[in-house]
């Protein structure tokens, strides 16, 4: 099972980008997924999930209004839209298959599916 981030780079704060994450080896068609991020000095944390039929979403507050969570199940992908970036948004960021999560929660737990990550570094 494998999660390949790409679309990460070099930007400037308020620009976009749009993160995506391939999934090969199993269907997540029926999982949540997520995202994460992280930098050398914190922890690993949440940013976004979205349940198995892109039903329901959810945000870490940070990102709220700027980020926006999507999937096709058909290709076995989930993206990640970032708009107004700022530096404090540059990290690593991961996609996260089956995801411990559902509409309606306020916890995320991450599952056992990572990808390698992509780099995200917004300049001022």
């Known amino acids: 099972v494998q999660l390949q981030e790409s679309g990460g780079g070099l930007v400037q704060a308020g620009r976009s980008l749009r993160l995506s994450c391939a999934a090969s080896?199993?269907?997540?068609?029926?999982?949540?997924m997520a995202w994460f991020r992280q930098t050398p000095w914190k922890e690993r944390e949440f940013v976004a999930a979205?349940?198995?039929?892109?039903?329901?979403?959810y945000y870490t507050d940070s990102v709220k209004g700027r980020f926006i969570i999507s999937r096709d199940n058909a290709k076995n992908k989930v993206f990640l839209q970032m708009n107004s970036l700022s530096p404090e948004d540059t990290a690593v960021y991961f996609c996260?298959?089956?995801?411990?999560?559902?509409?309606?929660?306020?916890?995320?737990?991450?599952?056992?599916?990572w990808g390698q990550g992509t780099q995200v570094t917004v300049s001022s």
């Open positions: 080896g199993r269907s997540f068609s029926d999982d949540s």
């Open positions: 979205i349940d198995w039929d892109g039903g329901s979403t």
């Open positions: 996260n298959g089956d995801t411990l999560w559902k509409s309606g929660l306020t916890t995320v737990l991450a599952g056992a599916y």
